[in-house]
C-alpha cells in the first residue's frame, strides 16, 4: 500500500484540508491518506486549540463515508509531545508493508529546522511538499536526500484555519469553507466563539 501520512491540528478540519489531500492522493496514486492529527502538538498554543476530543470528533465526522481518507490516532497513544517523527515510527511499526509518504505544505517544510530530528524524516518516509498560496518553493533541507523529497504543485486553496476560527469568533459564516458535519458540530458545541460574548 502506498499510504499518504497528512498531519496537522485540523482545528478545525476544513475543505481546504480535503481538497489538497485529494489532489495528493490522485497525482502521487496513493492507496490512502490517513489524517495524522496532533493530540498534542509541541509548537501550538494550547489556547488556540480546539480539546483534542472535539478535534478528532470533527476529523471523524468530516472524513465519514470517504474511504480513501482515514484517521489515525497513533499519535495520540504515544507519550509526550506530539513529534512526527515518532508517530511515523509508530505507524511503521502498525503497517510494516506499507510505502509512506509524509505530505506537508511548503510554509512547514521551510521551517524544517526548527523540528524535532529533521533528518530522520526521509529515513522514516518520503515527503511529498505541497505548494501553498503565498509561499514560494523551498530549498531542500540539507538533512535530507533529494530522491526522497517532491515538491508538488497543488491545486490552490486559500483557506486557513486561523481565518475560519476568527470568522466564527466575528459571528460571520464559514458555512461553504467546511464539510457540513463538521459545521454542525462546531455549532452545536460552540467552538471557536469568544467566551466573553
Not at 23 to 29: A, E, F, G, L, S
Not at 34 to 49: D, M, S
Amino acid at each position: 500500500m502506498r499510504t499518504g501520512v497528512f498531519g496537522g491540528t485540523f482545528n478545525p478540519l476544513h475543505l481546504g484540508h480535503l481538497l489538497v489531500a485529494d489532489d495528493v492522493r490522485r497525482r502521487c496514486r496513493l492507496d490512502r491518506v490517513l489524517f495524522l492529527a496532533g493530540a498534542r502538538p509541541p509548537h501550538k498554543p494550547a489556547r488556540n486549540l480546539a480539546p483534542w476530543p472535539h478535534r478528532r470528533r470533527m476529523l471523524r465526522l468530516g472524513l465519514a463515508g470517504r474511504p480513501e481518507f482515514e484517521l489515525t490516532d497513533v499519535e495520540e497513544k504515544l507519550p509526550g509531545p506530539g513529534y512526527t517523527v515518532h508517530a511515523l515510527e509508530a505507524l511503521r511499526a502498525e503497517r510494516p508493508k506499507d510505502s509512506l509518504y509524509l505530505i506537508l505544505g511548503a510554509d512547514q517544510y521551510r521551517e524544517m529546522s526548527g523540528w524535532h530530528e529533521p533528518a530522520r524524516l526521509t529515513r522514516r518516509a518520503r515527503l511529498i511538499v505541497m505548494s501553498r498560496p503565498g509561499t514560494g518553493r523551498p530549498k531542500l533541507f540539507r538533512g535530507h536526500a533529494a530522491a526522497r523529497v517532491r515538491f508538488l504543485p497543488v491545486i490552490e486553496v486559500d483557506l486557513a484555519g486561523s481565518d475560519i476560527r476568527a470568522r466564527l469568533a466575528s459571528g460571520r459564516s464559514v458555512r461553504y469553507m467546511l464539510p457540513t458535519p463538521v459545521h454542525r458540530y462546531i455549532r452545536r458545541h460552540r467552538l471557536y466563539v469568544r467566551q466573553d460574548s
